[in-house]
């Protein structure tokens, strides 16, 4: 069977999500049989794009003209283009501070200096280019990265999540974090995938994956309403990995 093609690389993004996949260290021979990571920076050489790939597998969102560039070009050589991580997907943690103007913000880190390359308001990738598939977390679950390769062997492109955070924790019978201990915890909003991850070690869901478009916005409200903690607030944690989150 011939290899499938692949690109993987990363925008303005922290290499989590391409780590997560390196990290797969038990499967990673059997990766390397079926398919060629033609281009993937982090891990080999070559550094320049050569040919067509079967999928492009892209982290961070974009935020530099040379990642702009970047990503145009990946979409024109694939034949899929795949948003992994949720910077890719909803801009994450880089896209934090969109409301506020990029000139004052490259002033307050960088001061006067003139090294850095010119930078524009961090866009997920689908405001760029088609996105065939996205599979969300910061970072994407181990399993779930192997999943879509998987799938890719089959033809198949990843499904999007429709079940929030509060279902795995239900099936991990954890307790409840927001209504037995009154903690802002964003599960019932948030797309599951990653087995109910923080609550199951006490620790109030951050809302990493992202929203759950299904979700029940106004139940959730008046939930979290009841437990003290008003839409500002609410409004506020849940804009840490979704900036564009809007309720
Ligand atoms: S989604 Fe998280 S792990 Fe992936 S690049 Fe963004 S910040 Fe890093
Ligand atoms: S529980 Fe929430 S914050 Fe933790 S990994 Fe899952 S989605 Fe992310």
């Not at 795949?82 to 004052?104: H, M, P, S, W, Y």
């Not at 437990?227 to 609410?234: C, W, Y």
Request: proline content about 6%.
């Amino acid at each position: 069977m011939k290899k499938l093609r692949l690109a993987i690389t990363g925008m303005t993004a922290c290499s989590g999500c391409q780590l997560s996949l390196l990290n797969c260290e038990n499967e990673l021979p059997d990766l390397l049989e079926k398919f060629d990571f033609s281009f993937f920076p982090l891990a080999s050489s070559p550094l320049d794009l050569i040919g067509e790939y079967d999928a492009s597998i892209v982290e961070g969102c974009v935020s530099m003209p040379h990642e702009k560039k970047l990503l145009l070009e990946l979409r024109n050589r694939s034949r899929y283009l795949i948003a992994v991580g949720t910077c890719a997907v909803f801009g994450g943690v880089a896209a934090l501070k969109n409301d506020e103007e990029r000139e004052v913000l490259r002033k307050q880190v960088y001061g006067s200096s003139s090294i850095v390359e010119s930078t524009f308001r961090p866009l997920p990738l689908n405001n760029l280019v088609q996105v065939d598939a996205s599979i969300t977390g910061c970072p994407p679950e181990k399993m779930e990265l192997l999943r879509l390769l998987g799938g890719l062997l089959a033809g198949a492109l990843p499904v999007d999540s429709d079940y929030p955070v509060c279902t795995e924790c239900r099936i991990r019978e954890n307790i409840c974090l927001l209504t037995e201990r009154g903690e802002l915890c964003l599960g019932m909003l948030v797309s599951g995938g990653c087995h109910a991850r923080c609550p199951s070690m006490a620790v109030p869901c951050e809302g990493c994956r992202g929203p759950l478009p299904e979700a029940n916005l106004r139940e959730a409200l008046r939930i979290y309403a009841e437990k003290g903690f008003d839409r500002e607030t609410v409004f506020a944690r849940l804009r840490r990995f979704c900036p564009e989150w809007r309720l």
